[in-house]
């Protein structure tokens, strides 16, 4: 079956602009995750949806940093007004209560702002 | 916050020669989970470890888990070029569901 998947698999911007990046969990999968990797600062948590309950936005870096799960399946996370430190791999990753703990990542969307 | 601290940040080694690296975490876990990861995109599952298991093994991989110490090390026997990647641990804080993952280390194996 397929994976995870994420679009752009890159993404190009100017300071400033706003950026969506989407991920397309597992079909079935209840939870899905977004976290950042940033060169050299490993990977970190950003937000994590869990049914219908609501959203665990504790990684959140500021307030230009927002996401959405629509129908409990697609996710968009939206960037405002992007910064350089911005620049980073967005990793999207999505779990079910089978597969307790194990997360299924995508490839990921490399951001670059310039 | 980044929980999982490993070390080494960087190991070489030659081609059919093991692999050991290791982390350590600072809170209570329900699990720790050890994930690959090639040319810095998607990670890999490998191996999942619970709070109440001491070692775990999966192919050429072992898993440990001291819970006293807050540490746990991995294993990769009988290294390949194929492993050449970068290695996180990831523990879930205090049995939240996101991953709390350590910077890695960074593994080539030397044909």
């Known amino acids: 079956g397929a994976g995870v998947s994420q679009s752009p698999s890159n993404k190009v911007t100017e300071k400033g602009k706003d950026v969506e990046l989407r991920c397309d969990p597992i079909s079935g999968h209840t939870a899905l995750y977004w976290y950042r990797q940033s060169l050299g600062q490993g990977l970190e948590f950003l937000i994590y949806f869990q049914g219908n309950s609501a959203p665990d936005k504790s990684g959140l870096p500021s307030d230009r940093f927002s996401a959405e799960r629509t129908g409990g399946s697609v996710s968009t996370l939206t960037i405002q007004r992007t910064q350089q430190e911005d620049s980073a791999v967005y990793l999207c990753?999505?779990?079910?209560?089978?597969?307790?703990?194990?997360?299924?990542f995508g490839p990921g969307t490399r951001l670059t702002v310039l | 916050s980044q929980q999982g601290e490993e070390d080494p940040q960087a190991l070489s080694i030659q081609e059919g020669e093991n692999a050991t690296m290791n982390c350590s975490y600072k809170t209570s876990i329900n699990n720790l989970q050890w994930y690959r990861q090639n040319s810095g995109r998607g990670l890999v599952h490998l191996i999942l470890?619970?709070?109440?298991?001491r070692e775990k093994h999966s192919g050429r991989l072992r898993v440990t888990l001291d819970t006293s110490k807050k540490s746990s090390s991995l294993l990769i026997t009988a290294s390949r070029a194929a492993d050449t990647a970068s290695y996180f641990c990831?523990?879930?804080?205090?049995?939240?569901?996101?991953?709390?993952f350590g910077q890695g280390t960074r593994l080539t194996i030397n044909p």
């Open positions: 470890i619970r709070s109440n298991e």
């Open positions: 990753a999505s779990s079910s209560r089978q597969t307790i703990g194990e997360q299924f």
């Open positions: 990831a523990t879930d804080e205090g049995g939240a569901q996101k991953l709390v």
